[in-house]
């Protein structure tokens, strides 16, 4: 399979690049700095560089791809659209691409829907006063998303990313994924 990785030097997308190119697909990373891929060059990967101001520079990139991996962050206090801005942009290039799979992550913290009583009459609100900038831009980008009419997308609210190497596997369907651990 041909995967288009964008964000592909933070935390999670150098994880998703990793994984991907050993389980033998072929990755296309996307990254603003090459130098910042932690992924040693090897056969299957290709480097794109392309900002997100570049609109044929993103659809070139995802020109060829079987699926799209949204793994983009912000790294903002304040209000923010950026992954709902993002999101517009991954949706339109993949429909002029004809790319219909595309992979996001959102984050646990906007959801409520299976929590415990204490996580969503405590630990919820204090976190999403917190991060409420955050969390009203992932729904956002969700809600773009699942307005694009694209096909075999995943959005991950329940995935919560550590740096640690994988101690499980993502099983998903729908508009949701849930972390499965060992």
Sequence with gaps: MNITVLGAT???GRHVVAQALDAGHRVTAV???????????QEGLTVATAGLDDRAAVLQAVADADAVVDALGVHTSGP???RADTARLVT???RDAG???LVVLSASGAHS????APV??????VLGWFLRHHFADMLAMEEVVRASGSTGRSSCP???PTGRPPAGSVAGSGATCAARTR
């Design 113 to 116: 829907d299976g929590d415990s």
């Design 31 to 41: 990254v603003r700095d090459p130098a910042r891929l932690a992924v040693p060059p």
């Design 120 to 125: 969503r009459l405590l630990v919820k609100p």
């Design 80 to 82: 923010t659209t950026f």
């Design 92 to 94: 339109s290039v993949m």
């Design 10 to 12: 933070g935390g999670t």
């Design 99 to 101: 790319v219909r799979r």
């Design 158 to 160: 329940r995935c919560s």
